[in-house]
């Protein structure tokens, strides 16, 4: 058996030590609340009775003797979202499993599923992020009915998975899945799609023709194929073991895809109270499920929006993670994976070169990885190497995944990787701590030195942009952006423009306390900073002019300004009160009030959880 990572082990171990006393509480709390018999059965008879109320016969006189499993359906479903579009058919594909497999199966409620690609660059993107903990908490009120022996969650894209993480964690007691409903078919090449929208930025194709370009790129169900932080989330379900083994990016509408989603059903009603192996989430997620993540991150070049999440999914399971964590990990972890905006690839081409199999085995082979961490699969991630294919009965059949690369140009082993570390860095220095992913920036300007030029807004930047006025050096920092501010948008609309500046040979970087999309990559970005301006954060002292140092080789963000100077300046204001209101923006404020630092996990919850 291959030996442990010492630098996995001792990271492990670390948020163990900083986590026992609030983690032993956790596990205390949904001790408590586990029963070998289904709660519905001290429900009394008139609650009993609606529950079951409006269910087909044979379901509802199961549910009415109580003895067998009964699984709650926790559903993002929209006929919007492309990749939520394809659940509509989930909850009677379930209850049918369900029903072969000896148990009962109930939608108990549904959770909003907003898209950040609609919403990048409008107001509706400053609730996003909010949208995340929302999502947490409709998950409780869906399962506070109590009626419930497992959960199954069917959601995908960036803010869905994480607030479903949270709320089922809430119900850690109870075992729980992640059903996913895959990439949709590959369309237009994600590098020409972003090639057209530079020219767009440019002013050198209309509007017509960046319409048409975006259509067929975003064309079909299923999640986008670019590696954003949908397609991330996909695969920290899988490296945590909350997926089944290479289901996360199977086509949407296909055998194998309704097979896998079977096999989820009898795989989680199995580990109910009532089935052969009492399998908790609660239990089941901990600190070697967290650090897998990590590596899983780290060694595919994932989004930068999932250190903020894994933070806030790790403290409601009362795991407290630090970003020195992640850079830590990805200090030991080998870059395996090219997949845009690391690569030209898409996530399609990515699955079929290997996938997250490949990643995993390649992984647990060097030691990357805790085998030992428990899985859904009902054994731990040592059997996550193991790859689902449609057997002749129509059901899923396992075969040992690939033991090489299908292309080397999107994926490759730990002996030839595309980076001996992984893409993510922690910066620090007098302007606060930052995150920064270097994946596909390229090596020559991971360190960029130039005059800062200041902004409140993304569309103040695109306006200097439009009028010419940034044919220069420069550090762009956009404040007020962060999670007290205006809820932390992702500030997307920025990589068109920085992009063409540097392609005519500009050094140019981004510092701010708001974050950017999973899609962004190749201009140097320092994201997360923390203090945020809002709340005292030293970004909100820097003035056009000043001399920024951001070094992602050192892991520093320094401002060089004379000492004195620095530390007499005023902290810069700015009135806010325009991203207060609108779009739903107002029912939002005892949000902006009250949620953590980006940290944190910039949550509602962050402090609470334990």
Avoid at 336 to 365: C, K, M, S, W
Wanted: charged share 20%.
């Amino acid at each position: 058996m291959t030996m442990l990572n010492d630098r996995i082990g001792e990271v492990a171990e670390a948020i163990a030590r900083r986590s026992r006393d609030a983690r032993r509480r956790y596990l205390d709390r949904i001790a408590a609340a586990a029963s070998a018999a289904p709660q519905r059965r001290r429900l009394g008879c008139a609650n009993q009775a609606h529950g079951f109320a409006a269910c087909a016969a044979d379901d509802k006189a199961a549910l009415r003797k109580g003895s067998t499993p009964n699984l709650g359906i926790v559903t993002a479903y929209n006929d919007m979202l492309s990749a939520h579009r394809p659940y509509e058919r989930y909850p009677e594909l379930i209850r049918s499993a369900a029903r072969v497999f000896g148990a009962t199966a109930q939608v108990a409620g549904g959770v909003p599923a907003m898209c950040d690609g609609i919403t990048q660059g409008e107001a509706g993107m400053e609730l996003s992020l909010f949208s995340r903990d929302v999502i947490a908490l409709a998950v409780a009120v869906a399962m506070s009915h109590q009626t419930f022996d497992a959960v199954a969650l069917l959601g995908i894209c960036d803010k869905i998975v994480p607030g479903l993480v949270i709320g089922a964690l809430s119900f850690g007691h109870l075992p729980a899945i992640f059903i996913p409903s895959g990439p949709m078919p590959s369309g237009v090449p994600n590098a020409e799609k972003n090639r057209v929208r530079q020219l767009f930025a440019e002013g050198k194709v209309d509007r017509a023709a960046l319409l048409e370009v975006e259509a067929r790129s975003y064309h079909a169900p299923g999640t986008c194929t670019f590696y954003g932080t949908a397609n991330t989330n996909e695969m920290l379900m899988e490296f945590m073991g909350l997926h089944l083994p290479g289901s996360s990016f199977v086509n949407p509408d296909t055998p194998l895809r309704d097979a896998l989603t079977r096999a989820a059903v009898r795989q989680v009603i199995g580990h109910s109270a009532l089935g052969a192996q009492f399998l908790p989430v609660g239990q089941m997620i901990d600190e070697r499920s967290v650090v897998n993540a990590m590596a899983g991150l780290a060694a595919t070049g994932g989004s930068t929006n999932a250190v903020i999440h894994l933070v806030a999914m790790a403290a409601a399971a009362g795991l407290t993670l630090d970003l020195r964590d992640f850079e830590q990990v990805a200090e030991v972890t080998p870059l395996l994976a090219r997949v845009y905006p690391n690569g030209q690839a898409d996530v399609n081409q990515f699955h079929a070169a290997g996938g997250t199999v490949y990643v995993i085995r390649e992984l647990l082979g060097a030691g990357l990885l805790h085998a030992d961490a428990a899985t859904v699969f009902g054994g731990t991630l040592a059997s996550y190497s193991q790859e689902p294919t449609l057997g002749e009965d129509g059901e899923v059949a396992w075969r040992e995944g690939p033991a090489s690369s299908g292309d080397d140009t999107i994926l490759r082993g730990v002996q030839t990787p595309f980076s001996a570390t992984g893409g993510l860095r922690i910066l620090e220095g007098d302007l606060g701590r930052a995150v920064i992913k270097i994946s596909a920036v390229a090596p020559e300007r991971h360190v960029v030195e130039a005059p800062a030029l200041v902004f409140h807004s993304q569309e103040a930047l695109q306006a200097a942009f439009k009028a010419g006025e940034l044919e220069r050096d420069f550090i762009a920092v956009i404040r007020f952006q962060g999670p007290r501010a205006i809820g932390m948008p992702e500030l997307h609309k920025l990589t068109p423009p920085l992009g063409v500046l540097q392609d005519r040979g500009f050094k140019v970087a981004l510092v701010t306390d708001g974050r950017m999309s999973g899609a962004s990559g190749k201009v140097p970005a320092a994201i997360h900073l923390t203090p945020e301006a809002l709340d005292g954060g030293s970004i909100a002292k820097v003035r056009d002019g000043d001399l920024i140092r951001l070094d992602a080789v050192a892991g520093t963000l320094t401002v060089l300004v004379p000492a004195e100077e620095w530390a007499a300046r005023p902290l810069a204001t700015e009135d806010l009160s325009a991203s207060h209101v609108g779009v739903g923006r107002e029912l939002f404020a005892q949000f902006r009030a009250s949620v953590g630092p980006a940290d944190r996990g910039a949550s509602i919850f962050s402090g609470a959880t334990a």
